[in-house]
């Protein structure tokens, strides 16, 4: 996606503002009319080497998601979770996530989390950088601030990996 300079300085100075990968997402959307998804969004942002401020604070934390302001132990790699490695379930109010090492058909890349109230599901972006949530228990809906934290975990982690 080329952007004009003048929609360049935009996305540059929303980032300043301090607006997440999601918030700009939206506003390119609303004030520029270019609807991106997440993973196009993202890989604008990076095309104009710049960094939203959820990314800054993730990677200068040293952790990709924390719960409650408790710093998370250093994940196995290609995985991150607040729980002890192979599973056991989030820590209260907190969210977990992990990417799985192989691909489904279908699928650039997949894991699974566990929000703040024990449900889990499986997440994916398909080959059109569509995320997709698929919930274990049927109509399950995660509570706003766990898909919030949720997505700007895979954003931290994603990014770390490279993708």
Do not use: C, H
Not at 111 to 135: C, E, H, I, M
């Amino acid at each position: 996606m080329n952007l004009d300079e003048a929609q360049r300085k935009k996305v540059a100075e929303w980032i300043k503002e301090g607006l997440k990968l999601s918030e700009i997402q939206g506003r390119l959307a609303s004030e520029l009319g270019l609807r991106l998804t997440y993973m196009e969004a993202r890989l604008l942002v990076d095309d104009l080497k710049l960094v939203p401020k959820d990314a800054e604070r993730a990677k200068a934390g040293g952790t990709v998601l924390a719960s409650a302001g408790a710093e998370a132990p250093a994940a196995p790699a290609g995985r991150v979770s607040e729980a002890a490695p192979g599973g056991g379930g989030a820590k209260p109010g907190g969210v977990s996530l992990s990417v799985d090492q192989i691909a489904r058909p279908g699928a650039v890349v997949i894991g699974k989390v566990t929000f703040s109230d024990g449900n889990t599901a499986d997440w994916y972006f398909d080959q059109a950088g569509r995320l997709g949530l698929v919930p274990q228990q049927p109509g399950y809906r995660p509570p706003p601030a766990d898909l919030q934290q949720f997505q700007t975990a895979l954003d931290a982690e994603l990014s770390r990996m490279g993708l």
